[in-house]
């Protein structure tokens, strides 16, 4: 199985701060890397497919990059509502994998 | 707008039943593959099992195998979970997704969720 790991596992930040998120992936994934949103008591939400391309009605402040092994998800001009949990998840093979999560909290 | 909501998860007896039900709109279900993920109390996303669009072809985790089984009513636009044999370990709040494949593939929309919990 393909193992993921995300850092920082936490972090804080303030409205407005810039945010990014690093996940890695134990063996090449191509670009099928997917990062998801996840806030306190809702299921996730899909953010970026495919490393880097933006979900309908996702803000243009969210972007995701990288291919291979290490992706990054960025997060420009953090707002109130982006405090929440952070997911990335390989679609290369079967079983599916996800990160730990990244919490981003308010500073 | 697709939605998914799931419904079924209880208080069950470890080695009980469960039978988890996800009734999906907005979408021509039979197209989709479905998905299953669990989260455990406090942790992160783990995948369970997958259906691909007529029902013919299901993937689960090892750690499942044997025990649950993944089925889908196409007629009804409905997605089930079968889990026998249950342990402590498998206490999460259990997540329907949809599947979509475009070049990759990633699980939007994801539902509510339906919490298991396996305890004496």
């Known amino acids: 199985d393909i193992q993921m790991t995300q850092s920082p596992s936490s972090l804080s930040a303030s409205v407005g701060d810039r945010v990014t998120i690093t996940c890695r992936a134990s063996?090449?994934?191509?670009?099928?890397l997917n990062w998801y949103q996840q806030k306190a008591g809702e299921g996730p939400k899909l953010l970026i497919y495919?490393?880097?391309n933006l979900q309908n009605g996702v803000p243009a402040r969210f972007s995701g990059s990288g291919s291979g092994t290490d992706f990054t998800l960025t997060i420009s001009n953090v707002q109130s509502g982006d405090f929440a949990t952070y997911y990335c998840?390989?679609?290369?093979?079967?079983?599916?994998?996800f990160g730990p999560g990244t919490k981003v909290d308010v500073k | 707008e697709a939605q998914l909501v799931e419904s079924g998860g209880g208080l069950v007896q470890p080695g009980g039943s469960l039978r988890l039900s996800c009734a999906a709109s907005?979408?021509?279900?039979?197209?989709?593959?479905m998905t299953w993920v669990r989260q455990a109390p406090g942790k992160g996303l783990e995948w369970v099992a997958n259906?691909?669009?007529?029902?013919?072809?299901?993937y689960y985790l090892e750690s499942v195998k044997g025990r649950f089984t993944i089925s889908r009513d196409n007629a009804k636009n409905s997605l089930v979970l079968q889990m026998n044999t249950l342990r402590a370990e498998d206490t999460a709040i259990y997540y329907c997704?949809?599947?979509?494949?475009?070049?990759?593939?990633?699980?939007?929309?994801w539902g509510q969720g339906t919490l298991v919990t396996v305890s004496s």
């Open positions: 063996q090449r994934i191509s670009n099928f």
């Open positions: 997704t949809r599947r979509v494949a475009n070049g990759g593939d990633w699980f939007d929309p």
């Open positions: 495919s490393a880097s």
């Open positions: 998840q390989q679609s290369y093979s079967t079983p599916n994998t």
């Open positions: 907005g979408f021509t279900f039979s197209r989709y593959w």
């Open positions: 259906i691909n669009h007529d029902g013919g072809d299901q």
